[in-house]
């Protein structure tokens, strides 16, 4: 039986930070980062049986096209998909009256819908990226016995390659559900390897006014190439949330709707309508497959 401590659940039995019981999510889920980005997509639901939020953990299930969809706002960083994976897990995998593991066990389809900015100056700003391989820069994963999951051999490429400083921790790399690619794929898509930065400033080379350790380091990226493969955006979620998956048994996608060039140094005129695409995308290709992806 799993500890009160470990797995913590508010009075009404839901769990924590979630705020959320088994009966109100879907099978097939949509993870976005921004608690306000939650309705730009549930709008064009067709009813909305659920809804609920605690602090940046806005939460909503309901019906689109005959299909059953819920969105969650994750929020910032990997440390967040720490919390919203694991308390997901425990809703569908774990009996939360007995407190123990189920014998049959569920998987879960996430495709994230986040917004990145591109290293590479031939993907221009507005349009689409999907993350073949997550490069975890944030560590989160080492946390846990990740090896049966990890791709060391891109791993060490990318540490020899950039002279990474092991006081960082060590990357890792995990790929992405094959199935949900294949589901979402498109020639005009662009595919790479996203790196998830462990912060927003330092982390992926922004100077205000402090020195960084390695002011080389997106350059280095940007020139990392594994068996032809590019690292295309940076961002802070998307190896998390394929690590935890891959780990948990779930299935997971991240897309991106590239809103700068970093490498360029340009930024969308309009990356709401950017987002809004991806968004129309994302639903018109999932809602194709009846009730469940």
């Known amino acids: 039986m799993i500890a009160a401590s470990e797995l913590i659940l508010n009075p009404d039995g839901s769990v924590y930070h979630l705020n959320l019981k088994p009966e109100n999510i879907a099978h097939d889920i949509i993870f976005v980062g921004d608690p ?52 997901l897990d425990a809703l569908v995998n774990i009996d939360l009256e007995t407190r123990k593991i189920k014998d049959k066990l569920t998987s879960l389809n996430i495709i994230r819908i986040g917004t990145s900015g591109a290293l590479q100056p031939d993907i221009p700003v507005d349009s689409f990226v999907i993350s073949a391989i997550g490069l975890g820069l944030d560590c989160m994963l080492r946390s846990y016995q990740s090896e049966t999951v990890t791709i060391p051999f891109l791993e060490n490429a990318f540490v020899k390659y950039t002279n990474w400083n092991p006081n960082k921790g060590q990357p890792y790399a995990v ?46 990226m940007d020139s990392f190439n594994y068996k032809g493969t590019k690292i295309t955006n940076l961002e802070m979620e998307t190896a998390a949330i394929y690590g935890l998956s891959a780990l948990l048994g779930h299935q997971a996608i991240s897309l991106n709707a590239i809103i700068a060039n970093r490498s360029n140094g340009t930024f969308s005129s309009n990356p709401d309508a950017t987002i809004e695409k991806l968004i129309d995308y994302v639903l018109t290709q999932i809602s194709k497959k009846g009730t469940q992806i």
């Open 36 to 87: 306000d980005r939650v309705e730009k997509i549930t709008h064009l639901f067709d009813s909305i049986e659920f809804s609920t939020q605690k602090r940046e953990f806005k939460t909503q299930t309901g019906n689109y096209k005959g299909k059953r969809l819920t969105v969650i706002s994750t929020g910032i960083g990997a440390d967040n998909i720490d919390i919203v994976l694991n308390e």
């Open 175 to 220: 790929a992405c559900s094959e199935k949900l690619a294949e589901l979402l794929g498109n020639p005009s898509i662009y595919k790479g390897i996203t790196a998830t930065a462990g912060g927003f400033y330092g982390p992926q080379e922004r100077v205000l006014r402090l020195a960084l350790q390695d002011e080389k380091l997106n350059s280095k």
